[in-house]
């Protein structure tokens, strides 16, 4: 019982350190704040200026658009959700002109994605890392229902799709805009670098235009499939009225959520705010991006553990392809937060061990010197490979590990293991009784 | 290398040890798991030591992987801190259980379940259903 309190102990100490240097107590109020304050009101007006700002290739055409037609305008039934809901918008738009209504969470997310696809101009391969912390938490284009046919052509495509390809397939080319001016920072890696483990050069900052393609590509890391950024449910009528039905699903980023409105390539000057509230038990991570139950992650996590330890593996295996599958969680974050889990029962482990001094340090540093490097490799690779490839090499060292389970149930393992453990119950036994004498005597 | 350990002497192929940890070490931190189940047969098999030896220092060399591993994965801002504190309870709790459990159940079945379950996790991470 005692080792649970000290590695609890050695838990609080590290998570307090960590909520210091990561300044989290901040974001926490920031985050509780807005929930009060987001009357529609004051939210459609304080953003509106900024739709004008940046459509300035819209502009130009857009006093004369609006001259000639009806006045644009929409309405949404409702200013909050509670964990998601859905969102009905009704409007009206010039007759026969379809409607594309963009919708983002204020919540922010990080994403990532490593350029090592030839050039097709030069031939080369770029080797650039690119990076955001700016992406929407939710990001997602309503196109019109007649896009339906085309949609299901883009996810027939699979893991290949390109987001850039899509927009113009679907026509919603004038309607991608808030992801397009998000800051991107880029950085060339080398092999060099990548050995060390540094994320490379930083690389000048790149022009609007290159920063919107860049964008894209991001927007398809980010969110991977062609459902989550598009939903074909606007319906419009002959007079122009039109009405969607916006699923913002469960598991959402808590905030508020954007809408915006552009028929044809107008975009309206009005952007209407949705408050998405998240309560007890669901909880946000602000890492992943999503809010989840907590009790679905704890109970995986407490099955598993207790799983791991009687197959005499630990539960991370198992674990974090669960996780990817279940929830949808980057492997990255998955990765980075299995690990601090298991490093806290191996040092009660170790602590256990070296009471007794069952641990040969020569051996366990020597090899531990090695294991450091590795270590120090690992997380960086992490950060350059899909989900889609996280999960494929996982599902090869299943297979091993399956192999190595397989081969402890053989006879001839088990009639040497049997003979193994006896010598270890000895040696143990030994060792405990030695280091209770240690301890009568100094007593 | 010679490792002395509770009176007897063992030889070690430091070459081996050291090579095989390295890319342990490189595939567990970079999925994010322990690697327990890998360095116990390669210390067992390839550096043929008796298992009284490995299950302690085995948990030593991985501890150095894993400290590293998070820390790396913390400064690549990999790290959730709710999810982390929904889950490490979880695992404190489940290693308390555990034990309990263990003394009543087979550890031959628990291993073949674990390999079909392992073996269907890998079917399902290959999309092949």
Redesign the interface.
């Known amino acids: 019982m005692k080792r649970y309190w000290m590695s609890l102990t050695i838990a609080l100490a590290a998570t307090l350190f960590m909520l210091y240097q990561n300044g989290s107590f901040a974001q926490q109020s920031q985050e509780g704040k807005p929930a009060a304050a987001t009357e529609a009101a004051p939210a459609v007006q304080g953003q509106a200026e900024t739709p004008q700002q940046k459509g300035v290739p819209a502009g130009e055409a857009k006093p004369e658009a609006k001259e000639a037609q009806v006045p644009l305008a929409f309405q949404v039934d409702r200013t909050a959700l509670n964990n998601g809901g859905i969102v009905t918008i009704t409007g009206t738009a010039p007759p026969g002109t379809p409607v594309y209504i963009e919708v983002w969470a204020d919540q922010h997310v990080r994403a990532s994605r490593f350029d090592s696809e030839v050039d097709k101009e030069t031939g080369k391969r770029p080797y650039v890392l690119y990076m955001t912390y700016d992406m929407p938490a939710f990001y997602k284009i309503l196109t019109p229902v007649e896009q339906k046919e085309n949609l299901e052509k883009i996810k027939k495509e699979g893991s290949k799709w390109s987001y850039s390809q899509a927009l113009k397939d679907l026509g919603a080319d004038a309607a991608y805009s808030v992801p397009g001016k998000i800051k991107i920072e880029r950085y060339q890696a080398t092999l060099m670098g990548s050995i060390v483990g540094s994320r490379g050069e930083l690389l000048p900052a790149m022009d609007e235009k290159e920063n919107k393609r860049r964008s894209m590509q991001l927007v398809k890391a980010r969110f991977r499939n062609p459902d989550k950024v598009f939903a074909p449910v606007v319906e419009s009528q002959p007079d122009g009225t039109f009405v969607a039905k916006l699923n913002i699903g469960s598991g959402s980023a808590p905030g508020t959520y954007n809408i915006r409105v552009v028929a044809g390539k107008t975009p309206v000057g009005q952007v209407a705010g949705v408050e998405n509230n998240i309560s007890f038990p669901n909880l946000y991570f602000s890492n992943a991006g999503t809010s989840i139950n907590l009790f679905g992650p704890f109970f995986l996590t407490l099955a598993i553990a207790i799983f791991g330890v009687l197959m005499g593996a630990g539960g991370g295996f198992i674990l974090n392809p669960l996780l990817v599958s279940i929830w949808p969680l980057p492997h990255t974050v998955v990765a980075g937060t299995v690990m601090p889990t298991v490093m806290f029962s191996q040092a009660s482990g170790i602590v256990n061990y070296s009471k007794i001094k069952f641990i040969s340090w020569k051996l366990g540093v020597t090899i531990g010197l090695a294991m450091v490097l590795g270590g120090f490799i690992g997380p960086k690779l992490t950060e350059m490979i899909t989900l889609a490839q996280y999960k494929f090499v996982f599902g090869w060292i299943l297979v091993i590990l399956a192999c190595l389970m397989l081969w402890q149930t053989t006879q001839g393992y088990l009639a040497k293991h049997k003979k193994e453990q006896a010598i270890l119950k000895e040696f143990k036994k030994r060792a405990e009784e030695a280091a209770l004498a240690k301890a009568s005597r100094a007593a | ?1 010679v ?4 009176g007897q002497e063992f030889k ?1 192929n ?1 070459l081996l ?3 095989g ?18 360095m116990v ?1 390669l ?1 067992t098999v390839g550096l043929r ?5 490995v ?16 820390m ?28 309990q ?2 003394r009543r ?1 087979s ?2 079945v ?3 379940i ?6 269907i ?7 092949l259903y």
């Open positions: 290398m490792v002395e350990f509770w070690v430091v040890g050291c090579v940890g390295f890319l342990i070490a490189v595939i567990s931190s970079m999925f994010g798991f322990g690697g327990g189940p890998f047969p210390m030591l008796p298992m009284f030896v299950v302690g220092s085995s948990l030593l060399a991985i501890f150095f992987n894993t400290v590293m591993g998070t790396r994965h913390y400064q690549f801002g990999n790290f959730d801190l709710v999810f982390f504190l929904v889950m490490f309870p979880a695992a404190i709790l489940g290693g308390y259980i555990a034990p459990i263990a159940v550890p031959l628990v291993k073949r674990a390999a079909a379950g392992l073996l996790l890998a079917m399902n991470l290959f999309g």
